[in-house]
């Protein structure tokens, strides 16, 4: 009883089956005839030249009338009619109200706009998915009309075809079909096939004129490509088949280039080639054409629906306009190209190496780094098209301040420093050792900014007095020395500002007094005072110093002396062989000297004055 059921049950699957391809096969007949009276025309009466516009849908699949508009333009080169390209007409159609629905009240403007006699309106009306079994087919409908200047109706008929595709095979030809399904992204693998062989259906059927009708032709069926949605270049291999009669000569043609390629038969009627793109082939939007050619020199052709091809071996030209803004956290950069839908390719170039720090379609990129101050960077900006084509590196160096305002600051590039200095002044490491062998003053309200590194060398009468802003940063130690041992400095460096002095990371070796502090609250720390021929810091008048993490060692007189109402708080900081005194004090106010390590030790015979220690 169970197998009886089991068999009546896979008898009406085949009954369901067949009834459904029997109503199928009822639509895809003969088209149903709408044809007006000027169907009837002469068919010397019938235009020469005609615009396909895009077809108007009412179902629910939005890949449908682009998708056929594509397949009947190709197929509609075997009619000998004269074409405006489906790119050119899309291109003029922007300009124009894109809300407005076309009809043939248009026809005038339109085939004015487009330079044709007549005009093509599609319509897909129906657009199924019906399940046969475990098999699903698509039933597509469309109607066609023709349409003369005027707005006449020429010839009208409705059309409709079903797919019999099924489940794809891993044959030659059903690999190269499923990379244009894939390129062209459709939703449903057997659009294409059935809007290739309905778009070869309406072709076969639009009327047209007897001069224009040959004998009959190698049939093809299909005629199609790879590279839909791609820039080919240099290089690449532009996969092509045609499908249709077998036994024939096969090739193709691409548009504007003045060659023709021959496709090799691997399977009944089925004809492929990979064609190697050469370097000297550039154009956009080109049209791929398929032929077969027949024992007596009979040419049958078609264009390829699967999309226009686009060959580009021109490098695109580099970025321009760049703007950097960097900091000691962040990289910025901003810059313009000519070349549209880029990418471009940011690397950081060190000692040869590069490092690829982004891809991006922006003209903009930002980065957090962890980049050191005064770091110098170079970056390189690539220009990618969309076929892969690399511009020459743009390359661009910058270094990384601390401060915003030393980007914008003067840079002493001569070694002997001028008397004056004023504004903001940036004397950098590489532009050094800088001599100074004058009194040099950096005036009040300016800025000097000296990068890690720099050496600064004093003759016998040279000075540096601020009375502006100075600003040390750390790392690498800045170094003052004398520009030869026999040659001291009375004093070095002269502090006579209440603007920011803040000195940081710096050695100064054999001067006469280092550090004379007449004014202002300087913050000194890391440094190292060694071998001063007197005192290694001088603070007097009513100025107040922080010395922190210091190392002074070698003074012949006193590390520190302090003078009349001034005050220095020290710590963290290591005292060595100051002879005779590690600090002298006659300031009226106690010193801070508390955790510090003192060589000899800290006592009344090394520390003069009122010294907590």
Same mark, same amino acid.
């Given at each position: ?28 007949? *003969? ?12 068919? =010397? ?32 080169? *075997? ?38 006699? =007549? ?12 399940? =046969? ?33 099924? #489940? ?126 027949? #024992? ?112 914008? =600051? ?58 502006? #802003? ?75 110093? *922080? ?67």
């Amino acid at each position: 009883m169970k197998i009886m059921n089991k068999r009546l049950l896979e008898s009406s699957s085949v009954l369901i089956t067949v009834l459904i391809f029997s109503i199928l096969s009822g639509c895809s007949g *003969t088209p149903k005839s709408e044809m007006s009276e000027q169907n009837n025309l002469e068919a =010397a009466k019938l235009p020469n030249s005609i615009a396909i516009l895009p077809f108007t849908n009412t179902t629910d699949q939005e890949n449908a009338p682009q998708m056929l508009r594509k397949t009947l333009f190709g197929h509609l080169a *075997t009619t000998n009619y004269q074409f405006a390209h489906l790119q050119q007409i899309d291109n003029q159609l922007a300009l124009i109200d894109p809300n407005q629905v076309l009809s043939k009240q248009d026809a005038a403007m339109l085939t004015d706009l487009f330079n044709v006699d =007549a005009l093509i309106f599609g319509e897909v009306i129906s657009y199924q998915t019906i399940y =046969a079994g475990l098999v699903a087919h698509i039933n597509f409908e469309v109607k066609v009309s023709l349409v003369s200047k005027t707005g006449q109706l020429i010839w009208s008929d409705q059309f409709s075809q079903i797919s019999t595709e099924g #489940s794809i095979a891993t044959t030659p030809w059903s690999l190269l079909y499923g990379m244009v399904v894939t390129a062209m992204h459709l939703d449903d693998e057997n659009l294409f096939a059935v809007a290739d062989k309905l778009g070869r259906k309406i072709a076969d059927s639009i009327p047209q004129p007897k001069g224009f009708k040959g004998p009959s032709l190698s049939f093809i069926e299909s005629v199609i490509h790879g590279a839909h949605g791609r820039f080919l270049r240099y290089g690449d291999k532009l996969n092509v088949g045609i499908k249709g009669q077998p036994n024939k000569n096969a090739s193709v043609s691409i548009e504007g280039i003045n060659e023709v390629f021959k496709l090799i038969e691997v399977e009944p009627g089925v004809y492929l080639a990979d064609i190697d793109i050469a370097n000297s082939w550039n154009g956009k939007d080109l049209l791929l054409t398929g032929y077969l050619t027949n #024992s007596l020199g009979q040419v049958s052709k078609a264009i390829s629906p699967a999309g226009l091809i686009n060959i580009d071996n021109f490098a695109p030209k580099t970025v321009e306009k760049i703007t950097v803004r960097i900091n000691t956290q962040t990289l910025y950069l901003e810059w313009q190209t000519s070349e549209p839908e880029a990418s471009y390719q940011i690397y950081q170039v060190k000692n040869s190496e590069y490092k690829l720090l982004a891809v991006t379609e922006q003209n903009q990129f930002k980065l957090r780094h962890n980049w050191q101050a005064f770091e110098d960077v170079d970056i390189e900006i690539i220009v990618v098209d969309k076929a892969n084509n690399k511009s020459k590196a743009k390359r661009f160096s910058n270094t990384i301040y601390p401060l915003a305002a030393i980007s914008d =600051a003067t840079q002493i590039k001569q070694p002997r420093l001028p008397a004056k200095l004023d504004g903001q002044i940036f004397l950098k490491k590489r532009f050094g050792p800088y001599f100074v062998d004058q009194s040099v003053v950096l005036a009040p309200g300016s800025n000097l900014y000296i990068e890690p590194g720099t050496v600064i060398e004093f003759a016998n009468q040279g000075n540096v007095e601020i009375m502006g #802003s100075l600003y040390l940063f750390g790392q690498e130690p800045v170094l003052f020395r004398p520009i030869s041992q026999g040659l001291t400095a009375q004093t070095f460096l002269t502090l006579n500002s209440s603007e920011h002095i803040q000195l940081q990371g710096f050695q100064i070796i054999g001067s006469g007094i280092a550090i004379d502090v007449i004014k202002g609250k300087p913050l000194i720390s890391d440094c190292l005072l060694e071998n001063s021929q007197y005192s290694a810091l001088v603070v007097s008048n009513t100025s107040s110093v *922080t010395l922190d993490n210091c190392i002074i060692s070698g003074s012949n007189t006193s590390a520190l002396v302090v003078k009349d109402q001034s005050r220095i708080k020290v710590t963290n900081s290591k005292f060595r062989n100051n002879i005779p005194f590690h600090i002298q004090s006659s300031s009226i106010y106690s010193i801070e000297a508390q955790s510090n390590q003192w060589s000899p030790e800290a006592s009344p015979m090394s520390i003069l004055g009122n010294v907590r220690y």
